[in-house]
Structures are given as C-alpha cells and as structure tokens.
C-alpha cells in the first residue's frame, strides 16, 4: 500500500486514513444476547464500523457537528463536552450518522409495539413465502400478571396461581394450533391463510437498522418502567450492545434524558409558589405526585 495520504485511481480518488483504524466490534460478525427461551438480539453491523484507535463511534458525532462551522474534525479530548451539548440541547442531526443494525427473534406481540418506530428500516420472516418455526414465547407462572388498575394498557403484580396456570394451559392450547397449521399446509392451503391460525405469541424474526438519534428515542420509551417487561428486556440488551460502541453519546443519554424529567409549566409554577398544580385533571395531577416524589419535594 503506497505511504501517500491520497490514490489516484480513477475516476475517483481514494484518501488513506491519517492513522491506524480499529473495528468497533473487534472483528466480529455479530454481538448476540439471548433472551427468553427462543429469543435474541443481535448487533451485526454498526456505522462506522472503523474508527480511529484510541477512538470510538461517538467521533462521527462529532465529525458531523464541527463541520457545521467549518473546522471538521478537532481535539478528542474535546468530544465529551460537545456530545454532551448537543444531547443536552437537543441537537439531533449529528446523532443520526451513526447507525446499528440488528437481528432480532421475538414474539409477535412484541414485534406489533415495536414496529410503531417507523423510523428504521425493517426486514421481516415472511409467513407467506415460508413455514413459521415451533416457537412460541410462554411466561413462566410468576410472571403471568394481572391487569393494572390504573394504566388501561399495562399490567402490575402477579396474579393468582390458580388463574396464572389456567392462563398457561390457555396458551398451550393456542400453540396445539401449529401441528395443525403443518398439517394443512403440507395438503396444500396456501401459507398466507394457514398463517391465520398462530397466535400472536410465535416468533418472528427481522433485521432492524436505525440511527442512534431513533434508538435512544426507542430506548427512552422502551426502557421507561411503564413499558411492557418483555419488550423492555429486548431494549436493555439493545443498550447493552451499544454502550460500548458509543459510550459518551449513552451517558448523555442517561444524563440528559433516561434518567431527566420533564416539568411542565404548571409544574415550574407549582414549584415556585408552592401552592398546588392548577389543575382540576386527576391524571395530570397523579403525574405531578409522582414527580414530587421523586425530587423529593
């Protein structure tokens, strides 16, 4: 390889990198995390992939802002501030050019929440083209939970034994479905209409790619303890797998807005004045509890 910084060869010119470059995933195919009984996710490529040693891909970030000004690349020991600025002002662009991409296995019902993220580009298992596997997410006893009383679209606590095994043979019941599925499909019923009889506890499987900006916004919603469990252990092993690649960019994340609040106006006045939310809203008001609560206040 010449020593020169720069290759002619038509009809573009190649630029050789001014030191040594790493790979962020130390040279392998994918990072991969188990989760439930057929579960995973799996990092299998990130955007840069090389960065310079002594680096990580919170460069890009940087890269990206400073040539809003007109000085590209500068000072490393300089790039913890500025990522931190811009997480703590909302400067999203340069978030945006760095990217992960994922494979992923996960029960259909999970799929269904996730895939309300349309800012990714998506690739999924096609039960029309092809035999969905035997695999079927069941919770364990333990883990069946009953309906929340105050969020209409979550549940709190386990429930009863008793009810928690009815359930499960419930879902073993649904699963009895598949042999038949098999069965039909071998006589000739097209796949897309067999398809109809899985429920929505299969798995399914697809390539997930997505900015970093998307994915801390995915993580904070995902990640938030109002969440549904199971989707929330697919996006703490998401995190998992990308701290090391960027870990400025997630402990602003953490800093600035996992682990924020926000307060709304009524809340700033409430503070100042001392005096109650102006506000006759029972939610809104349960909201403000809780945020006192954890100010301490």
């Known amino acids: 390889m010449p020593d020169t910084a ?17 790979d962020v995933m130390a040279g392998a195919s994918r990072w991969n995390v188990p989760i439930h009984e057929h579960g995973f996710i799996a990092l299998v490529d990130a955007m840069p992939r090389l960065v310079p040693e002594g680096q990580t891909a919170d460069s890009a970030i940087c890269q990206s802002a400073r040539v809003s000004y007109g000085q590209g690349t500068k000072l490393v020991n300089e790039d913890r501030g500025l990522v931190r600025y811009l997480m703590r002002h909302h400067h999203s662009t340069p978030f945006e050019m760095v990217e992960f991409k994922f494979h992923i296995a996960m029960p259909i019902f999970i799929a269904r929440q996730w895939i309300r993220h349309r800012t ?22 333990e883990s069946v939970r009953k309906q929340s009383k105050t969020n209409r679209q979550g549940g709190e606590g386990p429930i009863d034994a008793a009810t928690a095994e009815e359930f499960l043979k419930l879902l073993e019941t649904a699963e009895a479905n598949y042999h038949k ?17 899985l429920p929505v ?19 904070s919603l995902r990640m ?25 960019a997630c402990e602003a994340f953490e800093d600035y807005r996992l682990h924020s609040m926000h307060l709304t106006g009524l809340e700033i006045d409430a503070i100042r004045s001392g005096a109650s939310l102006a506000t006759d809203n029972k939610r809104e008001t349960a909201e403000w509890e809780a945020k006192k609560a954890r100010l301490g206040l």
Request: charged share 25%.
């Open 6 to 22: 720069a290759v002619s060869l038509a009809p573009f010119q190649v630029v050789l990198p001014e030191s040594p470059l790493r």
């Open 120 to 141: 990714a580009n998506v690739n999924e298992y096609s039960a029309r083209y092809s035999i969905m596997p035997d695999r079927f997410y069941r919770p364990d006893v």
């Open 181 to 197: 599925y098999i069965e039909l499909s071998e006589r000739g019923v097209a796949r897309e209409l067999a398809r109809a009889v």
């Open 201 to 219: 506890s299969v798995y399914t499987e697809w390539y997930w790619k997505c900015d970093l900006h998307n994915i801390f916004h995915f993580l």
């Open 224 to 248: 938030d303890p109002h969440a549904q469990i199971e989707i929330q252990e697919y996006a703490r092993a998401m995190y998992e797998l990308i701290k090391p690649i960027v870990p400025v």
